[in-house]
């Protein structure tokens, strides 16, 4: 929800609001922010000339954010939560991600219903918060999730002692439609009917966390593209028509997609440590079936300084389905060859179209990839509520077209330096 899109009337009811329970004692208000610089070191190799949003010029906006959590304590062990986000990423428009009502049902359940975050990682509860970890952002192999990461719905949380162990189990009910930056383009995606299981459990120092989700998936540009296709095929000859069973080939309609994903983390006071393996199966899916990632982590702190290194890799491959669709109907050649039939015909956006179609099958259905990254991370705490980091980032990518032009290797290297605060 943009804030540019509330009514006037609405802001002032809200602002009214604020001001009439600010004097109050129940009312807390927090807030974090992150403003950092990032620059390319050598980014010739790169296809588009950027990596992780950055380009070669480098910019002070891409991770750059400024976040307000608002928890109002209505009595009887029921709290109500909001938290306002504007990041530089996108373009700082202010956006409400979290917005819910949470009631203790005893000192063992509560349940929380409305806009929250999905409990998918270690560092779920603070990902946005900077201040929290050593790293500038979490390692984004495991922890991107394309906007998914919140949902609208409702959960149970259940937290108990296990002998010398503290349990914290979630159950997740919900639904979620995020529109997020693709490129040049916007991405519609529906996640619906989502099932969670999380799990924690921590001894100690120790910490380790479990993830199990199902859920229907709806991508958009992928939906777009392949009946785009169905339809100029079919257009040129109702022979050429793909079944329902090859166009679940190119498409992604109420997919299943399943979810897991496993964490451990230590904090020994003068080491720290975290490791992080995640896997995301589709149904039918137009790119791989099977992606994962994982990353491991380790760090020393001395003083007001730390320094950590971070191992992390991820893998996402083409599905051979899919490509050996594309090769066995010659869909591409066919594309190309009503193209010009088009143009032929003085039909300039027909062609045009087509064109569009054909260009966009190698970036949508041969998208394979492989990454190894390596990142120094430093932080020093010069302030109590304030943290400089600097980051160094060092990775081997190798895209997979699978089109018969051979693998594109690049080495993209990413140094970032910037401020974290809480308040």
Do not use: C
Not at 12 to 37: E, K, M
Not at 235 to 256: I, Q, R, S
């Amino acid at each position: 929800m943009k804030v540019n899109a509330l009514s006037k009337g609405s802001l002032a009811v809200l602002a009214l609001s604020v001001a009439q329970l600010s004097s109050a004692s129940d009312l807390r208000i927090n807030g974090f922010a992150s403003f950092y610089y990032g620059n390319l070191i050598d980014n010739k190799e790169i296809p588009d000339g950027r990596y992780r949003g950055y380009g070669e010029t480098g910019n002070f906006q891409y991770d750059s954010q400024f976040g307000l959590q608002v928890a109002a304590d209505v009595g009887d062990g029921l709290t109500a939560t909001a938290q306002l986000t504007a990041e530089g990423r996108s373009g700082y428009d202010a956006e409400m991600s979290w917005a819910f009502l949470k009631y203790e049902i005893n000192d063992s359940w509560s349940v929380k219903m409305g806009r929250q975050r999905v409990p998918f990682f270690l560092y779920s509860d603070f990902q946005k918060v900077g201040y929290a970890y050593t790293w500038v952002t979490p390692p984004p192999e495991v922890y991107n999730l394309g906007g998914l990461e919140n949902t609208d719905g409702i959960m149970f949380e259940h937290l108990t002692d296990l002998g010398d162990f503290t349990s914290r189990l979630n159950l997740l009910f919900g639904s979620s439609s995020q529109t997020t930056n693709f490129g040049e383009s916007d991405l519609d995606i529906d996640n619906e009917n989502q099932i969670g299981f999380f799990w924690d459990l921590s001894y100690d120092a120790l910490t380790f966390h479990l993830t199990y989700t199902q859920s229907d998936l709806t991508i958009s540009a992928y939906n777009d593209v392949g009946n785009g296709i169905n339809q100029t095929l079919s257009g040129v000859n109702p022979a050429l028509a793909l079944t329902d069973d090859e166009l679940d080939l190119l498409t992604v309609d109420e997919d299943e997609v399943t979810y897991l994903g496993a964490g451990l983390s230590g904090d020994w006071g003068a080491w720290v440590a975290a490791a992080e393996y995640a896997s995301i199966m589709i149904d039918d899916s137009p790119v791989s079936s099977d992606r994962s990632a994982w990353y491991v982590f380790t760090g020393y702190r001395w003083e007001a300084y730390t320094v950590g290194l971070t191992y992390a890799a991820y893998r996402s491959l083409n599905n051979d389905d899919t490509t050996d669709l594309l090769a066995d109907k010659n869909i591409e050649a066919t594309l190309q060859g009503v193209s010009a039939g088009a143009s032929a015909q003085d039909k300039d956006f027909t062609a045009y179209s087509i064109n569009q179609l054909s260009a966009a099958i190698p970036d949508v259905y041969r998208a394979g990839e492989e990454s190894s990254a390596m990142t120094l991370s430093v932080r020093y705490d010069y302030h109590p509520s304030a943290a400089l980091k600097f980051e160094y980032v060092q990775d081997d990518v190798t895209l997979s077209p699978d089109d018969g032009t051979g693998d594109s290797e690049f080495s993209p290297a990413l140094v970032r330096v910037g401020v974290d605060l809480m308040f």
